[in-house]
C-alpha cells in the first residue's frame, strides 16, 4: 500500500484533445533522494517515491503523452497523423493512479512517439528519452539505458544546433554539460572533453558556477578516462 498523504492530484487538460483529466504528483517530502548521480539522475530509499515516475502525463481519452514542456502548438498535418498512429490505437486506459515501473517506462515511450509525431523540440525530446534512461538505470537494466541515453546525445546534439532549447528549461550551458556526460558515459571521451571545455569556457559562465565547477570535474574524470583508453 502506498499512503496518499505521499501524493496529490493535478488537473490537467490534454495538449491533443483538450479533454480534462487528473494525475498524481509526488509531494516534495515524499521524494528526497539519498544520491544523485553525475547526470543528475536520483536514487530513492524504500519510503520516498520517484516523481520522475509522473513526468509524464497520458490521456485516458486519446492516449496522447506528454510532459508539462510540450508546447500547444502543432505543426501543420500533424494532429491528422497523431490522430491515425496514436488516437486510433488506443485502447483507454488511466495512467492517473499510483504507476509501477512499467507504467512508468510506458508512459516515457508514448511521449517519445507523441512529441516525435509532433515534431517537439529536440531539447524536450532529449529530456524524455533522459529520464526513461534514468529509469532502466534504477531497474539495472545496462542495455535499455545505454540505448536511450544514446537517444538523448543525439537530440541534445540536434538541439545545440539548432539553439532548440529556448524557451525550455535547459540553457544553453546546461545542453553542453549533459553532451559532455552523456558522451563520456557512453565511452566517447574525447567528444566529451570538447564538450566539456566549452561549458568550462563558456561567455555566461560566471552565472552558473555549479555546474561550471561540475563540468571541471567531469572535464578531469573524461581526461583520466581517455588516457587509460588509450594505454
Given at each position: 500500500m502506498?499512503?496518499?498523504?505521499a501524493?496529490y492530484e493535478k488537473k490537467?487538460?490534454?495538449?491533443y ?5 487528473t ?5 516534495s517530502r515524499?521524494?528526497i533522494?539519498y544520491?544523485?548521480d553525475?547526470?543528475?539522475?536520483p536514487h530513492?530509499?524504500?519510503g ?9 502525463n497520458v490521456?485516458p ?7 508539462e514542456?510540450?508546447?500547444?502548438q502543432f505543426?501543420?498535418g500533424?494532429k ?11 485502447a483507454k ?6 504507476r ?7 508512459s516515457?515511450k ?6 516525435s ?5 529536440n531539447?524536450?525530446l532529449?529530456g524524455?528519452c533522459?529520464?526513461?534512461?534514468w529509469?532502466?538505470?534504477?531497474e539495472?537494466n ?6 536511450f541515453?544514446g537517444?538523448?546525445l ?6 545545440y ?8 528549461s535547459m540553457s544553453?550551458i ?10 563520456r558515459?557512453?565511452?566517447?571521451y574525447k ?22 565547477t561540475?563540468a ?6 573524461a ?9
Amino acid at each position: 500500500m502506498h499512503p496518499l498523504e505521499a501524493f496529490y492530484e493535478k488537473k490537467l487538460i490534454c495538449v491533443y484533445c483538450s479533454k480534462p483529466f487528473t494525475s498524481l504528483r509526488v509531494r516534495s517530502r515524499f521524494s528526497i533522494p539519498y544520491q544523485v548521480d553525475s547526470d543528475f539522475c536520483p536514487h530513492y530509499r524504500a519510503g520516498n517515491y520517484n516523481p520522475h515516475f509522473y513526468y509524464v502525463n497520458v490521456c485516458p481519452e486519446c492516449g496522447f503523452a506528454f510532459s508539462e514542456e510540450f508546447s500547444d502548438q502543432f505543426s501543420k498535418g500533424t494532429k491528422e497523423v497523431i490522430g491515425v498512429q496514436i488516437t486510433g490505437q488506443w485502447a483507454k486506459r488511466d495512467f492517473g493512479k499510483v504507476r509501477d515501473i512499467q507504467q512508468a517506462l510506458e508512459s516515457y515511450k508514448l511521449a517519445i512517439l507523441a512529441g516525435s509525431l509532433k515534431r517537439e523540440k529536440n531539447a524536450v525530446l532529449a529530456g524524455l528519452c533522459l529520464r526513461l534512461a534514468w529509469l532502466y538505470r534504477t531497474e539495472n537494466n545496462t542495455d535499455q539505458e545505454t540505448r536511450f541515453m544514446g537517444l538523448a546525445l543525439k537530440a541534445y546534439e540536434e538541439s545545440y544546433l539548432h539553439s532548440d532549447f529556448t524557451g525550455t528549461s535547459m540553457s544553453e550551458i546546461n545542453v553542453l554539460f549533459m553532451l559532455g556526460e552523456l558522451s563520456r558515459r557512453l565511452g566517447q571521451y574525447k567528444k566529451a572533453i570538447t564538450y566539456f571545455a566549452k561549458v568550462i569556457e563558456h561567455k555566461e559562465g560566471k552565472d552558473e558556477q555549479k555546474i561550471i565547477t561540475r563540468a571541471r570535474e567531469q572535464w578531469r574524470i573524461a581526461v583520466e578516462e581517455n588516457r587509460q583508453g588509450t594505454m
